[in-house]
């Protein structure tokens, strides 16, 4: 099984310092915040609710997977409007917080929903984050709009069982509402053996130069879904 972060060999007093580091990138972060990428084209508008790993943090403004996708939209011939309402340190809880107010804003054709690992790090039941994930998914669906689900995986110190558990709920959240599904957007990042070399000081956030990796992670399901 691929690993989230699979370099870093964690016990709990890491976790907690992974957390804090999360909580203190929300309090940093805010350019990427509801931010639209460009002044809106012809087309869709694609919402994309993410943490840290979609909201650029630690590099450079428009290096990020969002802003690539972008740019990929634009090679592709595809006119559509990116918002990226990413907020590094979110949490499932404060994605469905946020979700009506960005829905009725921007009226979007489809929204990517990347969250989930910050309700790992901070120890929060699993039966929670997947709820949100599907009251989310379900809330996207109940105005027209289509759902891409971009899922993570966590470290191996929280254990295989839950590990494996983990990674299974957002499969189990695309099956139940029958939404596309990416397993994990850090195939080829966390899950090699010199992952290190993709990852900032912190080990937790990838470099600028992982992002293009990411979104070929990404991009194959939501060329699907745009169609």
């Given at each position: 099984?691929?690993?989230?972060?699979?370099?870093i060999?964690?016990?709990?007093?890491?976790?907690?310092?992974?957390?804090?580091?999360?909580?203190?990138?929300?309090?940093?972060?805010?350019?990427?915040?509801?931010?639209?990428?460009?002044?809106?084209p012809?087309?869709?508008?694609?919402?994309?609710?993410?943490?840290?790993?979609?909201?650029?943090?630690?590099?450079?403004?428009?290096?990020?997977?969002?802003?690539?996708?972008?740019?990929?939209?634009?090679t592709?011939k595809?006119?559509?409007?990116?918002?990226?309402?990413?907020?590094?340190?979110?949490?499932?809880?404060?994605?469905?917080?946020?979700?009506?107010?960005?829905?009725?804003?921007?009226?979007?054709?489809?929204?990517?929903?990347?969250?989930?690992?910050?309700?790992?790090?901070?120890?929060?039941?699993?039966?929670?984050?997947?709820?949100?994930?599907?009251?989310?998914?379900?809330?996207?669906q109940?105005?027209?709009?289509?759902?891409?689900?971009?899922g993570?995986?966590?470290?191996?110190?929280y254990?295989?069982?839950?590990?494996?558990?983990?990674?299974?709920?957002?499969?189990?959240?695309?099956?139940?509402?029958?939404?596309?599904?990416?397993?994990?957007?850090?195939?080829?990042?966390?899950?090699?053996?010199?992952?290190?070399?993709?990852?900032?000081?912190?080990?937790?956030?990838?470099?600028?130069?992982?992002?293009?990796i990411?979104?070929?992670?990404?991009?194959?399901?939501?060329?699907?879904?745009?169609?």
């Amino acid at each position: 099984m691929g690993l989230f972060l699979n370099v870093i060999n964690l016990n709990r007093r890491h976790c907690i310092a992974l957390a804090s580091a999360l909580a203190l990138a929300g309090i940093n972060s805010g350019a990427a915040q509801a931010q639209t990428m460009s002044s809106p084209p012809a087309g869709p508008t694609i919402v994309v609710l993410g943490d840290s790993l979609s909201a650029e943090y630690g590099i450079k403004r428009g290096s990020g997977w969002v802003a690539l996708l972008e740019k990929k939209l634009t090679t592709e011939k595809i006119a559509a409007n990116v918002v990226n309402a990413s907020i590094s340190g979110d949490t499932t809880s404060g994605g469905r917080a946020r979700l009506g107010a960005l829905l009725d804003k921007h009226q979007p054709n489809l929204v990517v929903i990347e969250l989930g690992a910050n309700d790992a790090l901070q120890g929060l039941p699993l039966a929670l984050t997947q709820g949100n994930l599907s009251a989310m998914v379900q809330s996207v669906q109940a105005t027209g709009a289509k759902v891409l689900l971009v899922g993570i995986q966590v470290p191996p110190n929280y254990g295989r069982d839950y590990g494996e558990r983990f990674a299974r709920m957002y499969g189990q959240v695309a099956k139940a509402n029958k939404v596309a599904l990416v397993p994990f957007m850090l195939k080829g990042v966390a899950d090699v053996p010199d992952s290190l070399k993709w990852f900032q000081a912190d080990r937790i956030h990838p470099l600028e130069a992982a992002h293009p990796i990411i979104l070929a992670n990404i991009w194959p399901e939501l060329k699907k879904v745009l169609r």
